[in-house]
């Protein structure tokens, strides 16, 4: 049986609440909707696109242990053990408050946060500290970083828990405050600050000023880390010394405190060394690319800072391959070679999109001799959407690509930019492109699928394995 996160009358405290009813079952977990509840969850009825008093009924029919609800809500038959608040989403921030104030003073918390690759730095953390802490990690499973996925990451976090993870993220200036606060990490993060959710700032600086928020949280003594090699630095710099705290700064620079002696980055993976406390550690990385072991630098830096043996924690990364729709890779055999899938599908920025196309340069032409890349529409990019994506050129013509698919208006900037030699095809969605994607690939291709969650190119990712999934070689 899985322990117990919290007795009914202890969460019933911590959310502020009143009980209707009592919880006979253990409550092991939150949910906040019905098709991904287990049995132990407490159900959170949030308002989001709808309202989950909607759901209440049928939580308790999946096993739902309890359920955080409005004072307002009449109680249905099949209902169970109700937690009445006034507002469901501040009775959770209640509870995760709680969750984080009943951590041991020796438990470490580390929060990341920037324009990319916070959910890539985070799984890194989670399997490092992992190493040295079995079983008493805590970090969600997804990209919880938002205004109820903090909340609900932290409420779930169990009582005995050395190191706890956070990922924050934000596409308004003042979102990170509050989660930075309920989070209180001992250790913050910035990966990086770039032109990313451009729709909702007026500029890339005032970005790095939203960033610089999760500085806000620091626990007395804690560390900021933060990449050198950024443009912002300074700005970051400033901003998390203005709080009392100290800073650690990662990245490529000399006067970085945590810089690579060793940087050999390859298809494979990446072979790195740096200096740490008086002490070289080298470690390996299975997932390629630049961008990974640049933030894998601000891993190690955060372990450090933790108080974790670093050699130990970062024998982990050996183990991490990139996880699906972050750069992924599956090889196929084909009649006369083989075709490489590189899944990038996730998410895209000008920043990513140009570090996925650096990733696959790394791709020897003797394996590989062309180089396709499928792109979808980057979103939130405000008024310089168009001139973004056309200069994707430069990056493209670096990385060696020899034919381009590009899906979306927005992506039709880039695509009128190109060289003909390079057009592979453009479309108004994804969905348009498959056909003729799929008649192109060919044995010796490279083919990287790239765009924003709502360009929709995970379907063309699954066209592609359904096409050669017969002869999958591996991962």
């Not at 989001?48 to 249905?76: N, P």
């Not at 109700?82 to 918390?109: C, F, H, N, Q």
């Not at 630095?233 to 990662?250: E, H, I, K, P």
Request: aromatic fraction near 6%.
């Amino acid at each position: 049986m899985t322990d117990a996160l919290w007795t009914f009358d202890d969460l019933v405290r911590a959310a502020g609440g009143v009980a209707d009813g009592a919880s006979v079952v253990p409550l092991t977990g939150f949910s906040i909707d019905t098709r991904t509840l287990r049995a132990g969850d407490v159900f959170v009825a949030l308002k989001d696109q709808r309202d989950g008093h909607e759901f209440v009924t049928a939580a308790f029919a999946k096993g739902a242990g309890a359920a955080l609800v409005s004072v307002l809500y009449e109680k249905k038959t099949g209902d169970g053990a109700l937690i009445r608040v006034v507002d469901p989403l501040k009775g959770l921030e209640s509870v995760a408050a709680a969750a984080r104030a009943r951590l041991s003073p020796s438990a470490r918390v580390i929060a990341v946060t920037g324009s990319v690759g916070k959910t890539g730095t985070k799984e890194m953390l989670k399997a490092c500290f992992s190493a040295v802490a079995p079983n008493r990690v805590h970090a969600a499973d997804k990209s919880f970083n938002n205004h109820w996925g903090v909340p609900l990451t932290l409420a779930a976090m169990p009582v005995d828990t050395q190191f706890g993870i956070f990922e924050i993220g934000m596409n308004h200036a003042g979102e990170i405050t509050p989660l930075a606060k309920l989070v209180r990490p001992h250790v913050a993060i910035v990966t990086t600050v770039e032109a990313v959710h451009l729709e909702h700032f007026a500029s890339v600086e005032d970005i790095a000023e939203a960033k610089a928020e999760i500085f806000l949280g620091l626990e007395p003594g804690g560390t900021a880390i933060i990449n050198r090699d950024n443009a912002y630095f300074a700005l970051l710099n400033d901003r998390a010394r203005q709080t009392g705290r100290s800073v650690c700064a990662f990245g490529q620079t000399s006067d970085a405190q945590v810089r690579p002696s060793r940087w050999d980055i390859g298809a494979g993976g990446s072979d790195i060394t740096v200096r740490l406390s008086g002490h070289d550690v080298a470690y390996r990385l299975a997932a390629p690319g630049a961008h990974i072991a640049q933030n894998s630098l601000a891993v190690v830096a955060a372990v450090d800072a933790a108080g974790a043996h670093v050699a130990t924690a970062a024998k982990a990364l050996a183990e991490m391959p990139a996880p699906q729709g972050r750069g992924s890779r599956t090889e196929f055999a084909a009649e006369g070679g083989s075709v490489l899938l590189i899944d990038e599908s996730y998410n895209a920025n000008p920043a990513s999109m140009r570090s996925a196309l650096a990733a696959m340069a790394t791709v020897p032409r003797s394996h590989f001799c062309r180089r396709i890349a499928v792109l979808g529409d980057m979103l939130e990019l405000g008024p310089n959407s168009p001139k973004l994506h056309a200069g994707l050129v430069d990056a493209i013509e670096a990385a060696g690509v020899d034919m381009v698919f590009a899906a979306g208006p927005q992506m039709a900037n880039l695509h009128a930019a190109l060289p003909d030699s390079k057009r592979g095809g453009w479309a108004e969605n994804s969905s348009q492109i498959r056909n003729s994607l799929l008649e192109e690939l060919r044995p010796g291709d490279v083919v990287m699928i790239k765009g924003s969650n709502g360009s929709r190119m995970a379907p063309l990712v699954e066209a592609v394995k359904e096409k050669f999934a017969p002869n999958q070689m591996g991962t």
